[in-house]
């Protein structure tokens, strides 16, 4: 596979990081705008489209950690804090992590279908709790299609004060 391939490792875990997290968007059909390549000045790799107003989400894909363990800790940077902190609505962290290093077993084909041998935990990076240096991702968040109910939730929240 190495013949035809025209992204290095980190360019092919960050393309198949944004295909894992869509591909769980889609399951919830919900629709995400991907941010263009180079137009990530505000640090989100895309909008997730809820019909009352948008949340942005920052993906990233490792084979660093193991998908079991109880969380994963992903340095930030000091511009991406500053502008999840701008935000009016929610800003998502999501680690899709991979237990296999080699591409060729991140995916595995067989006569019932494909799965892809990855899953995804989130945090939310802004508001309370809003990171510093380092973004702690609890293991017990793991990024399913539930996950964008209370999402949706989160940014209504933003619009819709809750009753006391």
Same mark, same amino acid.
């Given at each position: 596979?190495?013949?035809?391939a025209?992204?290095?490792l ?11 997290? @869509? ?6 059909? =919900? ?14 790799? %895309? ?9 942005? #989400?920052?993906?990233? +894909? ?6 079991? %363990? ?6 930030? *940077? ?10 009016? =609505?929610? =800003?998502?962290?999501?680690l ?7 591409? #060729?077993?991140? =995916? ?8 892809? $041998? ?5 945090? $939310?990076?802004?508001?309370? %709790? ?8 609890? @293991? ?11 999402? *949706? $939730? *989160? #940014?209504?929240? +933003? ?6």
């Amino acid at each position: 596979m190495d013949s035809i391939a025209t992204l290095d490792l980190n360019a092919a875990k960050g393309r198949f990081g944004v295909a894992y997290a @869509k591909s769980i968007f889609s399951q919830a059909a =919900v629709g995400f705008n991907e941010t263009a390549p180079d137009e990530d000045a505000i640090a989100v790799d %895309g909008s997730l489209e809820f019909a009352i107003a948008a949340a942005r #989400v920052q993906i990233k +894909c490792s084979a660093q950690f193991k998908i079991s %363990g109880k969380s994963a800790t992903w340095d930030s *940077e000091l511009h991406w804090r500053d502008s999840w902190k701008t935000s009016a =609505v929610p =800003v998502y962290f999501v680690l899709v992590i991979l237990d296999y290093k080699d591409p #060729v077993d991140w =995916v595995q084909h067989h006569d019932k279908g494909t799965n892809q $041998r990855a899953a995804a935990f989130w945090v $939310r990076v802004n508001g309370a %709790g809003a990171p510093t240096d380092k973004i702690l991702v609890p @293991k017990t968040q793991r990024l399913t299609a539930a996950t964008l109910e209370l999402w *949706e $939730r *989160e #940014v209504k929240s +933003c619009f819709i004060p809750t009753m006391p």
